[in-house]
T-cell receptor
Framework: GNSVTQMEGPVTLSEEAFLTINCTYTATGYPSLFWYVQYPGEGLQLLLKATKADDKGSNKGFEATYRKETTSFHLEKGSVQVSDSAVYFCALRPSNRGSTLGRLYFGRGTQLTVWP | DSGVTQTPKHLITATGQRVTLRCSPRSGDLSVYWYQQSLDQGLQFLIQ???????AKGNILERFSAQQFPDLHSELNLSSLELGDSALYFC??????????????FGNGTRLTVT
């Protein structure tokens, strides 16, 4: 089946520290991969995406590379800010036929807190 | 602003009652998805509609139902409410023309509290 596993939180970092949030997936074929961010009291916002192997998605200093060989899509940022404090979700959309409009499968989310 | 509108923002009701959550997708998006977010279960997919037709079903209870209307807005009906139904309910929409690479655009959710 399709599933996403991401590292358990919470993650607590000091400002300007390096961030990695691990995400691995199980899916057949070549799924599309996404990272979403949820700030307190808000809905999920798309952070970045990658649609094929070796693609790198990037946005607002965050990056993630689609690694088919390790079925991973780890989120990284070189220098986090207090404003990055939020919950981060990794997600996939399967590539199987008929899933053109399919749902996303989400990981359980990782809470990130950045201290000044 | 994602362009997806959900009402109401908050809902407090008693066990056994019935409520309706409403969602207006982004202009032009034909697909609507409903998700439930709770602390212990994370984000659970409930149901998907495309252009008025049910497309996929997830972990949706029989007490719950949904529909998508000709103007593409969607409603999620929750009946015989139990304490465990307390959660955040999100609606999302996507643009079918982008195919499987299209992201979901989420509303800000309806927080349901069952007392």
């Amino acid at each position: 089946g399709n599933s996403v596993t991401q590292m358990e939180g919470p993650v607590t970092l000091s400002e300007e520290a390096f961030l990695t949030i691990n995400c691995t997936y199980t899916a057949t074929g070549y799924p599309s991969l996404f990272w979403y961010v949820q700030y307190p009291g808000e809905g999920l916002q798309l952070l970045l995406k990658a649609t094929k192997a070796d693609d790198k998605g990037s946005n607002k200093g965050f990056e993630a590379t689609y690694r088919k060989e390790t079925t991973s899509f780890h989120l990284e940022k070189g220098s986090v800010q207090v404003s990055d404090s939020a919950v981060y979700f990794c997600a996939l959309r399967p590539s199987n036929r008929g899933s053109t409009l399919g749902r996303l499968y989400f990981g359980r989310g990782t809470q990130l807190t950045v201290w000044p | 602003d994602s362009g997806v509108t959900q009402t109401p923002k908050h809902l407090i009701t008693a066990t056994g009652q019935r409520v309706t959550l409403r969602c207006s997708p982004r202009s032009g998006d034909l697909s609507v998805y409903w998700y439930q977010q709770s602390l212990d279960q994370g984000l659970q997919f409930l149901i998907q509609y495309y252009n008025g037709e049910e497309r996929a079903k997830g972990n949706i209870l029989e007490r719950f139902s949904a529909q998508q209307f000709p103007d593409l807005h969607s409603e999620l009906n929750l009946s015989s409410l139990e304490l465990g139904d307390s959660a955040l309910y999100f609606c999302a929409s996507s643009d079918a023309r982008e195919g499987r690479n299209s992201p979901l655009h989420f509303g800000n959710g309806t927080r349901l509290t069952v007392t």
